[in-house]
């Protein structure tokens, strides 16, 4: 089979520019074509997994009938193994739920290179999920047709020639797609983070809790009368507050112009004397007072 310029190199100095920037890299086949074909190149080795077409071998080591058929349709089935880090194409645990964090290799950190039509599925699953698609073409023929159609139609991010030498186009983007992955990992932990904390803040209360408070927040960013008025009706239905729910709301009465402005109007005001009522504190002193004035 031949190869690609630059593909016999390609692997170890991807891996090692990825090692030395403190990420790893792995490298993945999914093919229509015959498994065994590949395994028979220089680079088989390279790959943490083949996926491709192969056969059901007889004792005699004669092809007997398809152990497993890859076309484009089903391609897609790898990704996901790949993304859950379910690689055996028997385990079932690959239709097992994840949280979006425990994803071993998330698509946002994928890169799917392609030539032809049976990639586009993959190319375009990978793209519409963060990740980045590239299609190749020959550098020989200079034939982009298939590519510009690709980008047009979305399927791809980036077009390049199959050129797998050092320093050539293809390099140099899939080095640039790993420093921007870094920079990205790390906001994305920083999100996982704030979604930790939250999850751990909240643990323990109540579905109404959370909604009041929702409503509570939802109240304190209104920016016209028909919003709050719409929010209030929402809020009067609940009946029993938390004094930190109370001081929220008496401090959004009078700091929020579209509250304080119609803290006389029936259903505002029919709310706002429930809140305060009984409730001791000083902003709540001045709510009522407002209520109350002429």
């Given amino acids: 089979m031949k190869l690609f310029p630059g593909v016999d190199t390609w692997f170890d100095r991807i891996n090692e520019y990825g090692r030395n920037k ?29 996926y491709a077409s192969s056969f059901y071998f007889d004792d005699a080591g004669v092809a007997v009938w398809s152990a497993q058929v890859v076309n484009y349709t089903n391609k897609t089935q790898f990704l996901f193994r790949i993304e859950k880090g379910v690689l055996d194409i028997n385990d079932q645990g690959v239709n097992s739920f994840f949280q979006p964090n425990q994803y071993r290799v998330p698509f946002r950190n994928m890169i799917y290179i392609g030539d032809s039509d049976t990639d586009i599925p993959c190319m375009k699953l990978v793209n519409t999920n963060g990740g980045h698609s590239i299609g190749v073409y020959n550098s020989e023929t200079k034939d982009k047709s298939k590519v510009f159609r690709m ?14 030498n050092e320093n ?46 929702g409503l509570i927040n939802r109240l304190e960013d209104s920016m016209s009368f028909a919003n709050t ?10 009946k029993n507050w938390t004094d930190e729910q109370k001081t929220k709301l008496v401090k959004i009465a009078l700091n929020n112009n579209q509250v304080t402005y119609i803290l006389k109007d029936k259903d505002v005001k029919k709310f706002y004397e429930a809140v305060c009522k009984n409730y001791n ?14």
């Fill in 168 to 213: 050539s186009q293809l390099e140099q983007l899939v080095k640039m797609i790993i420093d921007r992955t870094i920079s990205n990992e790390m906001l994305e932990e920083f999100y996982f983070e704030c979604v930790s904390e939250k999850d751990e803040e909240i643990k323990g209360q109540s579905k109404e809790t959370i909604k009041i408070d």
């Fill in 22 to 50: 403190g990420v790893s890299v792995e490298h993945y086949i999914i093919s229509s074509g015959l498994k065994e074909m590949i395994e028979g190149t220089e680079v088989a080795e390279k790959f943490t997994k083949i």
């Fill in 281 to 294: 504190d000083d902003d709540a002193r001045k709510v009522i007072e407002i209520l109350n004035s002429k």
């Fill in 229 to 238: 008025h719409d929010i209030i009706s929402k809020l009067r239905v609940y």
């Fill in 151 to 164: 980008l047009d139609e979305k399927r791809i991010k980036y077009y390049v020639p199959a050129d797998y």
